[in-house]
């Protein structure tokens, strides 16, 4: 039998022993132990799943893609269902879970000192390197997922704005001026991210 070419980012004869399947949702080869993705990493299919809807939920009550077809981002989701949002361009995982895109109130002095120990504080998806972000990461994160249409999740879905790293505030799409620096908004939250 002839071994025909993998698609981009995928295992196949010679990298890994195929089962033949391919995974119905990233179109990965797989294997009796992991799943390469189609941007080049390893993962264990009884750790993380995909799919391509854009709604933030399912009906089934599973959690559901919010990347859909961005070029940029990819959903991380666990068996558990808590999602992640990794930015291929930055090589960033967000936090993109309605559980842990933590909200904070209004802000106040020990807003960042809040944030940071939350982050600090925070095992999601298994792992506990988790950071506040800088402010040109929210900032970007924020504008690009506008542009890709991608869909970033909140605990309260109004969020108008989130702490950044120096304790600066960026804007949230709910704001008048989505990923800009916002000196008195009304409450924020905080999204936490690591580097994959």
Request: with cysteine.
């Amino acid at each position: 039998m002839e071994n025909s070419p993998s698609a981009p980012g995928t295992t196949s004869g010679a990298d890994a022993q195929s089962t033949g399947d391919a995974d119905p949702t990233t179109g990965a080869a797989t294997t009796a132990d992991a799943t390469t993705t189609d941007h080049g990493e390893t993962t264990d299919p009884a750790e993380t799943s995909s799919s391509t809807s854009a709604d933030a939920s399912s009906s089934s009550g599973e959690p559901a893609e919010t990347a859909g077809h961005s070029s940029r981002f990819e959903d991380v989701v666990t068996e558990s269902g808590m999602q992640a949002l990794l930015d291929l361009e930055t090589n960033l995982l967000w936090v993109n879970d309605v559980n842990a895109c933590n909200p904070l109130g209004a802000p106040s002095d020990d807003t960042p000192m809040i944030a940071m120990q939350y982050c600090n504080d925070l095992v999601f998806q298994g792992l506990e390197d988790w950071r506040v972000p800088s402010t040109e990461e929210a900032s970007e994160l924020i504008t690009a997922a506008l542009d890709e249409g991608v869909d970033l999740v909140y605990q309260n879905p109004g969020c108008p704005a989130v702490i950044t790293m120096g304790g600066t505030a960026v804007q949230t799409h709910n704001g008048e001026m989505p990923g800009a620096v916002d000196a008195m908004p009304p409450s924020l939250g905080v999204r936490c991210v690591r580097m994959q």
